[in-house]
């Protein structure tokens, strides 16, 4: 990606938001060499409108996760806008790579916390939580959840992503910040987990390499646009439009595996031209 590049000194700070939104205005993604991957962002994030961004690699998807994260200055001329709870922004981040704290399996769920006190109600509590994101089976190991170990070595990547999905549940946020973060696992557990979220009126803004989970999802931040700004906001189709679209798709994924089963056919009689009965077939 072609970048800009500006002077990294003076950043705005993040501010409260006096709604339950998030509010972006002018924003640029600056690395923290002073690289520019998008120019003058502006949208706001409500639990009516949550967010999907896309785009392709290097084109500031984690930047802006970790702009608002904090981990990132924001640059001068922007503003955001955050939701508060108790002094602290009412929204939690969950990464691709989840970290996994040193510690018990209880402390794997209520990072950043830690639970002075494990009885039998916060037990059936944490498990509850394992059950959602379906790996209550962790419990039932050695020492159960009084267990430490290297997780991160223990536990897949899949099984450490829906750790991560767990902890966004225990802490219940208005909204959640997910970046790739159910990539490893399969689409109908990505499915659930999110209609989960939804249940317990957790907004996201999640990132991602494609448009999808339109169910869950109203606009698209669409980054590493062939543009000066770099970036493109777009509604997301309604219910029966993005039920059309995945019907589209499906007829073109059936008609290419046509192609190939007939192009294997032609090959199999040695190039002669001849169609296959078997492909004049209904669908």
């Not at 993040?14 to 002073?34: A, C, F, H, K, R």
């Not at 520019?36 to 984690?62: E, Q, Y």
């Not at 939701?83 to 990072?111: E, I």
């Not at 997780?151 to 219940?172: N, P, T």
């Amino acid at each position: 990606v072609s970048c800009d590049s500006i002077k990294a000194s003076e950043f705005a700070s993040i501010q409260p938001s006096e709604e339950d939104s998030i509010s972006i205005e002018n924003l640029d993604i600056v690395t923290p060499l002073g690289n520019v991957l998008a120019k003058n962002i502006s949208v706001t994030v409500s639990p009516d409108n949550p967010l999907m961004v896309t785009g392709p690699n290097a084109s500031g998807k984690t930047a802006l996760f970790r702009t608002l994260g904090g981990l990132w200055p924001v640059s001068s001329n922007a503003t955001i806008k955050l939701p508060m709870s108790n002094g602290k922004p009412d929204m939690f981040l969950v990464p691709q790579k989840v970290y996994m704290v040193p510690g018990n399996l209880a402390d794997q769920l209520t990072y950043p916390e830690r639970l002075r006190l494990l009885n039998d109600e916060t037990k059936a509590e944490l498990l509850q939580l394992l059950e959602l994101v379906g790996v209550s089976y962790l419990a039932d190991r050695e020492n159960g959840w009084l267990a430490e170990m290297k997780w991160e070595d223990v536990l897949s990547l899949g099984e450490q992503q829906r750790i991560g999905m767990a902890r966004l549940f225990y802490h219940k946020p208005k909204f959640g910040i997910l970046d790739e973060c159910t990539c490893a696992v399969s689409v109908d557990v990505e499915y659930a987990l999110y209609k989960r979220a939804s249940e317990l009126g957790i907004s996201c803004v999640t990132i991602s390499q494609r448009l999808a989970l339109h169910e869950f999802h109203s606009q698209e931040l669409r980054l590493g646009e062939n543009s000066d700004s770099k970036w493109g906001l777009y509604s997301v189709g309604g219910k029966e439009e993005t039920e059309e679209a995945s019907s589209q798709v499906a007829e073109k994924e059936y008609e290419n595996r046509l192609d190939t089963a007939e192009l294997h056919w032609y090959e199999w009689l040695g190039g002669m031209v001849q169609r296959s009965p078997y492909l004049d077939i209904q669908h």
